[in-house]
């Protein structure tokens, strides 16, 4: 099972969308921004596109979903929490839910209800892979609207850390400077919200508002 970064962005925009494809079929994770880069590996390679797992439902993460499930026939997965959160509609959309396998060719897929940034968002645990969308950052966490979204955020990381393996793999939506694809044991000791485990504690940290800048986590 291999594991492709596209770089893509939309101005100050940068996101990172992945291909996990194995035996020439594949799964493409928040396709966004530029089609052709993705579309062009899918074809140079002679990969079969199988389905897409959403993270969630912000722009910068479905933007390019609907054309793929358009050209490619292929369905659309996001937890059922998120679409009915933001009222969320797809081409060939496919709601699941909390740990509910999905099986796609040879894939067997795990999806990880982990809301704090968003109500439904939603990590995919594929063998020693995670794509955790804007859920778990390698240097940090998503970015929380209100105290009670921190306070969901801190639950789904609790449950993140205690559930995956130390080697796991962990891809997000974005970089802050570190390249994606370090284990759970790098983030257990270099994510500081992996090492905070009290909840009012995480909550005024991620909440605090003398950040440098939205995207600062330190
Ligand atoms: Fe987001």
């Given at each position: 099972m291999e594991v492709k970064v596209f770089l893509v962005s939309n101005g100050k925009m940068k996101n990172q969308c992945y291909l996990i494809y194995d035996h020439q079929m594949g799964i493409l994770i928040d396709p966004a921004w530029d089609y052709e880069l993705i579309n062009n590996f899918l074809l140079e390679n002679q990969i079969i596109l199988k389905g897409i797992l959403l993270t969630h439902s912000h722009p910068d993460h479905v933007n390019l979903a609907p054309i793929f499930a358009a050209d490619y026939g292929v369905p659309v997965y996001m937890s059922a929490a998120e679409i009915e959160a933001y009222n969320f509609s797809c081409l060939n959309l496919v709601p699941v839910q909390h740990l509910e396998e999905i099986v796609i060719g040879d894939f067997v897929i795990n999806p990880l209800v982990t809301p704090g940034h968003t109500l439904g968002s939603t990590c995919y645990q594929i063998g020693s892979h995670c794509f955790t969308g804007d859920t778990v950052f390698i240097e940090g966490v998503g970015e929380c609207k209100s105290i009670k979204a921190a306070e969901l955020l801190f639950d789904s990381i609790q449950f993140f850390r205690n559930y995956l393996p130390k080697y796991a793999l962990i891809w997000p939506?974005?970089?802050?400077g570190i390249t994606t694809g370090k284990d759970m044991d790098y983030l257990l000791s270099n994510n500081l919200y992996f090492q905070i485990d009290q909840k009012e504690m995480f909550i005024s940290f991620r909440m605090r508002k003398n950040r440098p800048n939205p995207l600062a986590f330190h």
């Open positions: 939506g974005h970089s802050f």
